[in-house]
C-alpha cells in the first residue's frame, strides 16, 4: 500500500515491522534560530530518519543570499527567501542520501508541520506521489513509544545502481509572472494566502521588508487546518472550510503561497485531504512578490 497524503504513527511502525523500503525525513527547523533544527535532530529523532533541513536541502538559500529574494537565481526554480532548488538539484540530494523511486517517503517535524510538508510537495513536484506526512508528527511518535534515536547521525550513503530518478511533475509550481498576468481573474485564479492574519493585513511584518498581501488573496492560516492534538482535522470539517473560504470560486483555480513557500503547502494538503483536488504553489510567495515595488500589494 502506498501512502499519498498523511500516515499514521501505528501504519508507519507496521511498514517498519514489515521491513518494507521506507525512508523517514526529519523535517524539524526553526525560522528564528535556523541552527535549532539540526540541534532538535540530534536530541531525538525517530530511529532511522534522516535529516532534511529547510536552507540547506529543501532551498537554494545560498541562492537568495547572492542573488537576492526578487528573481530565481541559476540554481533555484523559484524566487523568495526560500527559492526551490531546480529539480534536478533535488533529484541529486536524494540519491546520495540513498532514496530510491520505489520507496516510500514518510516526512515529519516538531513543529506541527509547519515545514515538512513543503519535502511532501517538492516529491511530488519530483514525480514521486509515495510520500506521506506522519499526522501529529513526532508527538503522535512518541505517544506509541515508537522506537527513538539521538546523538550525531552518519549521512546516509547509497550503494544502488539505481539512483532516484525525477519523474513527470505531480505538483504545480506557479510563477509570479502567472500569479501577476492572472490576478484580477478569479475564474482562473484564486490566491491563497498562509500567513498570520496581522500579516496578510499589513499590519505587522516581521520578515519581509514590505507589509500586506497581494491584491484579491484570500486568507486562511496555515495552523487552521490542524486539531488540538495537532493532527489534520478531518476531511469533512477541512472541505467545508475551505468551501466557506472559496465562497464558489473553483478549487482549480486555487494558488497558494505564505511568505517564503513553505508554510503554504500545509493549506495544499488539506485542500487534497478534503478531496478538492491538488492546487498549485506560488513558491516565491510574499518575499518575491513584494520585492518589486511595481507589482500591487494591499492591505487590510
Known amino acids: 500500500m502506498r501512502y499519498t497524503t498523511l500516515i499514521s504513527a501505528t501504519e508507519l511502525q507496521g511498514l517498519l515491522r514489515e521491513h518494507k523500503p521506507v525512508m523517514i525525513f526529519d523535517c524539524s527547523f526553526d525560522l528564528a534560530q535556523p541552527a535549532q533544527g539540526d540541534a532538535q535532530f540530534e536530541q531525538l529523532r525517530i530511529a532511522g530518519a534522516v535529516r532534511a533541513d529547510l536552507d540547506r536541502h529543501l532551498s537554494a538559500k545560498e541562492a537568495a543570499l547572492t542573488h537576492g529574494v526578487g528573481k530565481a537565481a541559476p540554481m533555484a526554480a523559484s524566487g523568495g527567501r526560500h527559492p526551490l532548488p531546480q529539480r534536478e538539484v533535488f533529484a541529486q540530494w536524494l540519491g546520495r542520501i540513498g532514496f ?7 516526512v515529519y517535524d516538531r513543529q506541527g508541520s509547519s515545514f515538512c510538508v513543503r519535502l511532501w510537495w517538492m516529491l511530488k513536484w519530483a514525480g514521486h506521489e509515495a510520500v506521506a506526512v506522519l499526522d501529529g508528527g513526532l508527538p503522535a511518535w512518541q505517544a506509541i513509544q515508537g522506537p527513538v534515536a539521538s546523538g550525531p547521525a552518519a549521512m546516509p550513503t547509497s550503494a544502488s545502481q539505481r539512483p532516484f530518478q525525477p519523474g513527470k511533475p505531480l505538483a504545480r509550481l506557479v510563477t509570479v509572472e502567472e500569479v ?14 498562509a500567513r498570520a492574519p496581522a500579516r496578510f493585513r499589513g499590519e505587522v511584518e516581521p520578515l519581509d521588508p514590505v507589509a500586506g498581501h497581494i491584491p484579491g488573496a484570500l486568507n486562511r492560516p496555515f495552523g487552521d487546518n490542524f486539531g488540538p492534538d495537532g493532527r489534520f482535522k478531518s476531511p469533512a470539517q477541512l472541505r467545508a472550510e475551505f468551501d466557506a473560504l472559496l465562497g464558489g470560486r473553483p478549487p482549480a483555480s486555487v494558488v497558494h503561497q505564505c511568505g517564503s513557500g513553505v508554510t503554504a503547502t500545509p493549506n495544499l494538503l488539506a485542500m487534497e485531504l478534503a478531496g478538492l483536488g491538488r492546487a498549485a504553489l506560488y513558491a516565491g510567495s510574499w518575499s518575491e512578490w513584494c520585492s518589486d515595488p511595481t507589482r500591487p500589494v494591499a492591505k487590510g
Do not use: E, G, K
Not at 100 to 106: G, I, K, L
Not at 180 to 193: E, F, M, P
Open 100 to 106: 530510491q523511486n520505489d520507496m516510500q517517503a514518510v
Open 180 to 193: 501577476r498576468a492572472n490576478l484580477n481573474q478569479s475564474s482562473l485564479q484564486t490566491v491563497v494566502d
